[in-house]
């Protein structure tokens, strides 16, 4: 099975800043990536699909990147909104996994 | 709008069955191009998938789970079931239903709110 490793776990960062969080697979999945936002008591919302494109609605702030086993989830420039879990998730084969998820928190 | 809503027992005693049922709406279940899956998400801890069913009916768990959980569907009712044999506290979580793109799941555009279920006597 492949596993997804998130870093870093959690991270705090200011309003305006850019972030950046990175998954890498234990194989190569080649773009069979996924972003999703998890805010507390709600269910994940997806973000990204296939590395790098915005699902419907995602502020183009929030951009996708990498391939094969390292790939990166960016914001921009960081809203209040934003402060949430991110989580990858690979569909290369099944089972298909999550990473096991960043904490972002406002400084 | 696609809606999906999980019902189902909230608290379950240790070694029996938990079941979940995720109605749909706005979309048929049996329509192709389209996967249903169930994921769960231990108190304060990550997601888990825990397998899917086909709009065919093909199903697929992930192996730590694979000989204690059915996923099943009711085609002419559009909704999807979950059910987990022989629990225990580790199985305590909120889980999801979800549609994914693709006969196989590709990733998850649609949720439902979750529902917490407890193991416990």
């Known amino acids: 099975d492949i596993q997804m490793t998130q870093s870093p776990s959690s991270l705090s960062a200011s309003v305006g800043d850019r972030v950046t969080i990175t998954c890498r697979a234990s194989r190569d999945i080649t773009n069979y990536l996924n972003w999703y936002q998890q805010k507390p008591g709600q269910a994940p919302k997806l973000l990204i699909f296939?590395?790098?494109n915005l699902h419907t609605g995602v502020p183009s702030r929030f951009s996708g990147s990498g391939s094969g086993t390292d790939f990166s989830l960016t914001i921009s420039s960081l809203q209040p909104e934003d402060i949430a879990t991110y989580y990858c998730q690979h569909y290369d084969l099944l089972p298909l996994a999550f990473g096991q998820g960043t904490r972002l928190d406002l400084k | 709008q696609v809606q999906l809503q999980e019902s189902g027992s909230g608290l379950v005693k240790p070694s029996e069955t938990l079941s979940l049922t995720c109605a749909v709406s706005g979309a048929s279940i049996s329509s192709g191009g389209y996967s249903w899956s169930w994921i769960r998400q231990p108190p304060g801890k990550g997601l888990e998938w825990i397998g899917y069913i086909s709009h065919s009916g093909m199903t697929f768990y992930i192996p730590s789970l694979e000989s204690r959980v059915i996923i099943s569907a009711d085609w002419s009712k559009n909704l999807f079931t979950l059910q987990i044999k022989y629990v225990t506290a580790a199985d305590t979580a909120v889980y999801f239903c979800?549609?994914?793109?693709?006969?196989?799941?590709?990733?998850?555009?649609?949720w439902g709110h979750g529902t917490l279920v407890s193991v416990s006597s």
């Open positions: 296939d590395v790098n």
């Open positions: 979800a549609r994914s793109r693709g006969t196989q799941p590709y990733y998850f555009d649609f």
